[in-house]
Structure formats: C-alpha cells, structure tokens
Nanobody, 126 residues
Framework: QVPLVESGGGLVQAGASLRLSCAAS????????MGWFRQAPGKERDFVAA???????YYADSVKGRFTISRDNAKNTMYLQMNSLKPEDTAVYYC????????????????????WGQGTQVTVSS
C-alpha cells in the first residue's frame, strides 16, 4: 500500500496560480511513476500530467505550457505547479502512483495506476 494525500487546492480567479502537493508514505516512493488526474462534475476522470521514476514528464495537451509536474524523492512528494489557470481547469484533482513496467506514453492511462489519493478541489472563477 502507498497512501497518498493531496493538498493545495482552493478557489482562485482565472489567471492565478496554485501548487498541488501529493505526499506519499513508504520507503519506495522513488521507484513509482506518479500522475495527476482530474474529474469535473459529470465528466470522466482525465489525465493531466505524469512523471516517471527517472523524471521523464508527460502532459495532456490542455495543460502543456501552463502546468509543471515535479517530484522530490527525498521528501516523498510530488507537485503540480499550475499557472494561468482557466475556469475549465475546475475539477477535483487526484494523484496516483504505480510501479508496473509500462511505457512512458501509457502513463496517461488511469488503469495503469495502483494507488490513488482522495482528491483536492480546485475551483477557478472567471
């Protein structure tokens, strides 16, 4: 088990920034690939960004150039820096972790992740 706890969500105006954090427990954090997904009301859970255990990053087209994913293995924490937020970014954001041998491009597939956090709400007003 890898308990994951998200934090950093909130209510902001369009154009503002937020940084989400995902804290993990356990000694093997550095061996997991990690991802952020989001789910708006009435919609499916969508991929946002992912980072491999070696630091390779992968983004959804909708957030490229605005969001940055990173990880600090010494702190067992993953981050999502979100800039230039838009109302359409409003959703519950979930972090996820997995350790199966997968290709980088498949990190966008939620079925590849074994562990999920409870989510943090991000609301962007216009």
């Amino acid at each position: 088990q890898v308990p994951l706890v998200e934090s950093g969500g909130g209510l902001v105006q369009a154009g503002a920034s937020l940084r989400l954090s995902c804290a993990a427990s356990g000694r093997t954090f550095s061996t997991y690939y990690m991802g952020w997904f989001r789910q708006a009301p009435g919609k499916e859970r969508d991929f946002v960004a992912a980072i491999s255990w070696s630091g390779i990053t992968y983004y959804a087209d909708s957030v490229k150039g605005r969001f940055t994913i990173s990880r600090d293995n010494a702190k067992n924490t993953m981050y999502l820096q979100m800039n230039s937020l838009k109302p359409e970014d409003t959703a519950v954001y979930y972090c996820a972790a997995g350790r199966r041998p997968i290709a980088v491009a498949t990190m966008s597939d939620p079925s590849k992740y074994e562990y999920w956090g409870q989510g943090t709400q991000v609301t962007v007003s216009s």
